[in-house]
């Protein structure tokens, strides 16, 4: 038995409140933030933290798990459930496009990416789109949007130049988002995004095309993220001048990335933020795992792992006050792993997800 | 420097008429009197170098952990290793380091990662091409100085060694090697024939047409086989004849030859020539034409060499398992698998490992609703199953990710132990190497990592990789 409920004190009975609310009690939680408690209960109240302590809280039923609770995982790119609905092939820039539009609830890719831990995902435009639109924060597991126009995505790589339709340069590409920025009217998202109020996520891969975003970034004032940015360990003095975070992408085989170990060491060495993307990889959801992993066993430490998925991902993504940490009115996101969270040889137990059991490793694993 | 092994030689009637096979393409003629030297020592025509070739100055290396894991599941306390000439030769809780020794100490020692499905090492397209056929060697295709980035990359991962192969566009994709990360060396150059049923853009029809014109294949080299070991036979008999002919005509020596000299005489007062038969030269036997492609798969059929197969979908699976029940010398290898539990029981009573490449499960997939994603190995596994996990040979870099493979397996439900047997004593074992690699015990070669932690958990470091007992690798260097 993985789970076994217990009745930790007299139910109050007909205490309303009481009857959505819950503990979990383990031996470990890990907030997220790097800060792990020991033997302590998360009271969830209303799909909400109530609390995270060493006390047994009264009046509420209390789950023992066996193991360790740590956050749902953020993933900072997934368009797998997405279809192709987010990527419009025959504009450059929509600013103003909302991709919440692209999510699919529906879509069965988005189960395995529960069970895999991952609670909160991040939909933003194709690479192929200049100025794309407006990403979406998305719940797999409850098939909502958590939050709309949350990220403006900018596509600043080789990819969002054309072949035979304008911008086929970069020169090009720079001179049209200037454009559209400048015609962008006060309160639009570009305006937002220019003004520091909505964080931007740019697309940019190789180190002259990081360089060229960051310069953007800095004439525009820009806050938020480079996407990509494999070889960010060579440009480390400009990104920790910039403020901006780095998002590592999933790749396909190997599913680790060399770059992206070194990297990944450079940034938590300069305390730049990093976090890591699920999608585009042979190992699906596993992929963020599994680059985190390979950056453990070159040395980076297990709580920056986690931060990268949880806390910074929240932080990157600007849903830092509702999600990322186990603390007092985050979102009751909650993953009971066998081990430590970061570890690959960890199981996933249950996933809850805004206080709902949405996965049970008991009810699907058919080894146990 | 290349010291390799194959297959001990049997002087088995297939490997010598291999090897007059080889003498042939070599451009040497066949003639009658090359047939009949036949009984003496096969000539080589590409000298295979001394096994073990032993380097030129004693190296030792000293090692020390607070853990040796001496084979899965097993592992000792507190223990100094000492490395002499590529060997383990001293194992012990009280062994101390001989004075001016290297010493590298860390928490845990075990043996090295082994891909058992890999194409590190191998030249690119040689390994992506369809121009093979079932005597093809991998190790004709070996690229340490291409590949050196990725093979340095596998000793930073304690991935040490791996199984090989060419071809992965072919059916039929001939002789896998096993060899070391280390310089791309081969360690046993005929590891296993590999062979593929996985053509996803197929239809069924076609796909079982595959599989049988496999089964028609191994049937062949198992006839050519049958037919050489007869033709030996046969040989044999008739040259005891001859041998006994030769006796009696040393013993007759005399008589026979006045009788002779007689009959020549009257031949030439007739007029004629004298026709004699020495021998029944008319009657000797005759071998089977050489033929490389099914000596080479014959080798497989009688299990001299294990049958490493990548098949998917449940499909061919179920035909390849039905076709290849007569073949009982065979040892079969199933590679990929991913609807192998529909078979698990079968797989688990004739011996069957299968070589798993842990991958999340795709619902629109080959195996559609079927597949288990990364929970194979562990069911596979708890149904008695040898789980063994490989990187799938997609590309060379993949390898290095074998013990991230190995923890996402045992994070799936595969059992620790399995999933470290999966990638170190399991592919020595199928591949014939346990008597020199895949555990740590005296005698058998230094292929080992000093660790920081447990081999598979996720915050462990790879602090020393030792290859052959050479150094590879060291954290911070």
Redo the contacts between chains.
């Keep these: 038995m993985l789970i076994s409920c217990l009745i930790a004190a007299a139910p109050l009975l007909g205490a309303t409140a009481a009857d959505d609310a819950f503990a979990l009690r383990a031996s470990h939680v890990h907030v997220g933030n790097g800060q792990v408690v020991l033997d302590a209960f998360v009271v969830v109240e209303d799909g909400v933290v109530k609390s995270v302590s060493n006390n047994a809280p009264r009046g509420v039923r209390v789950v023992e798990v066996d193991g360790h609770i740590a956050p749902g995982f953020i993933s900072l790119r997934e368009t797998l459930g997405a279809g192709s609905e987010n990527a419009e092939r025959t504009r450059k820039s929509t600013p103003t496009a909302d991709l919440s539009f692209a999510f699919d609830p529906t879509s069965?890719?988005w189960k395995?990416l529960v069970s895999e831990g991952v609670t909160t995902v991040l939909l933003p435009a194709g690479n192929s789109q200049i100025a794309g639109g407006q990403a979406a924060i998305v719940s797999p597991a409850a098939g909502e949007v958590l939050k709309r126009n949350a990220v403006v995505t900018l596509g600043l790589s080789r990819a969002a130049l054309g072949s035979s339709t304008a911008p086929t340069s970069f020169a090009g590409l720079y001179a049209h988002l200037g454009e559209q920025f400048a015609a962008a009217p006060e309160g639009s998202p570009l305006a937002e995004a220019k003004a520091g109020k909505v964080p931007v996520m740019m697309r940019a891969v190789t180190r002259s095309e990081v360089h060229r975003a960051l310069e953007f970034a800095a004439a525009y004032g820009l806050k938020g993220a480079v996407i990509g940015a494999p070889e960010a360990d060579d440009l480390v003095d400009e990104l920790k001048a910039s403020g901006l975070a780095v998002v590592f992408e999933s790749k396909a085989?190997?599913?680790?990335s060399?770059d992206v170990v070194k990297s990944a060491l450079a940034l938590s060495k300069a305390e730049v933020p990093f976090a890591f993307t699920s999608d585009a990889g042979?190992?699906?959801?596993?992929g963020m795992r599994?680059q985190?992993?390979?950056c453990?066993?070159?040395?980076l430490d297990?709580g920056a792992a986690l931060r990268a998925m949880t806390a910074d991902a929240a932080r990157i993504a600007g849903v830092d006050a509702t999600h990322g940490t186990i603390a007092t009115g985050r979102a009751a996101d909650l993953v009971v792993w066998s081990g430590?969270p970061?570890?690959?040889?960890?199981?996933?137990h249950s996933v809850y997800a805004g206080g709902h059991l949405v996965h049970s490793a008991h009810a699907h694993?058919?080894?146990? | 420097m290349r010291s390799y092994s194959t297959r001990p030689d049997r002087r088995s009637p297939l490997r010598r008429l291999r090897n007059l096979g080889i003498a042939l393409t070599a451009g040497a003629a066949l003639t009658a009197a090359s047939l009949a030297a036949q009984d003496d020592p096969a000539p080589e025509p590409a000298p295979e170098p001394a096994p073990e070739a032993v380097p030129a100055a004693p190296s030792l290396l000293f090692l020390r952990a607070n853990k040796v894991i001496v084979s899965p599941g097993k592992s000792l306390d507190n223990m100094g290793l000492l490395v002499r000439d590529g060997r383990i030769v001293a194992m012990g809780t009280d062994l101390a380091a001989p004075e001016g020794v290297e010493t590298i100490e860390g928490e845990v020692i075990c043996a090295a990662f082994i891909d058992p499905w890999s194409v590190a090492g191998v030249d690119a397209s040689s390994a992506r091409t369809d121009r093979v056929d079932t005597a093809s060697r991998a190790t004709d295709a070996l690229d340490p100085y291409g590949q050196d980035e990725v093979l340095d990359d596998l000793l930073e991962s304690g991935v040490l060694m791996l199984r090989v192969e060419i071809g992965s566009a072919a059916a039929v994709s001939g002789v896998g090697a096993v060899i070391r990360a280390d310089g791309a060396v081969p360690v046993l150059a005929d590891a296993a024939i590999s062979a593929r049923l996985y053509a996803p853009g197929l239809d069924p029809v076609s796909r079982v047409g595959q599989v049988d014109r496999l089964a028609s294949a191994l049937g062949g080299a198992k006839k050519y086989a049958d037919d050489v070991a007869t033709y030996e036979s046969n040989l044999k008999t008739w040259e005891e004849e001859i041998a006994k002919k030769e006796t009696e005509l040393a013993e007759d020596f005399k008589k026979a030859k006045k009788s002779r000299d007689k009959k020549v005489k009257e031949a030439k007062e007739e007029g004629e020539e004298l026709k004699e038969k020495k021998y029944k030269e008319d009657k000797r036997p005759r071998p089977p034409k050489f033929d490389a492609k099914k000596a080479s798969l014959a080798r497989a059929v009688g299990g001299e060499v294990p049958m490493v197969i990548h098949v998917e979908q449940a499909l061919e699976l179920r035909e390849l398992l039905r076709v290849t029940r007569p073949f009982t010398r065979m040892r079969l290898v199933l590679a990929g698998g991913r609807s192998a539990l529909l078979f698990a029981d079968e797989l688990a009573e004739r011996g069957i490992p299968v070589i798993v490449t842990p991958a999340p499960s795709s619902p629109g997939g080959d195996v559609g609703e079927m597949d288990p994603g990364f929970a194979l190995a562990g069911e596979l596994s708890a149904r008695g199953v040898e789980v063994l996990i490989g990187s799938g040979a997609t590309s060379a870099s993949a390898s290095r990710d074998l013990p991230l493979l190995a923890a996402a397996a045992v994070g799936h439900g595969l059992d620790e132990d399995a999933a470290f047997h999966a990638i170190t004593a399991g592919p020595a074992r199928v591949f014939d190497l346990q008597s020199k690699v895949g555990s740590v015990r005296r005698g058998l070669h230094a292929d080992l990592l000093v660790l920081s932690g447990d081999p598979l958990s996720s915050s462990t470091r790879v602090l020393a990789s030792i290859s052959g007992g050479k150094v590879v690798h060291q954290a911070g260097n």
């Design positions: 069965p890719n395995g085989a190997p599913a680790s060399k042979s190992q699906g959801p596993l599994m985190a992993a390979a453990m066993r070159a040395g297990a430590p970061t570890d690959l040889t960890s199981r996933v694993g058919a080894h146990q």
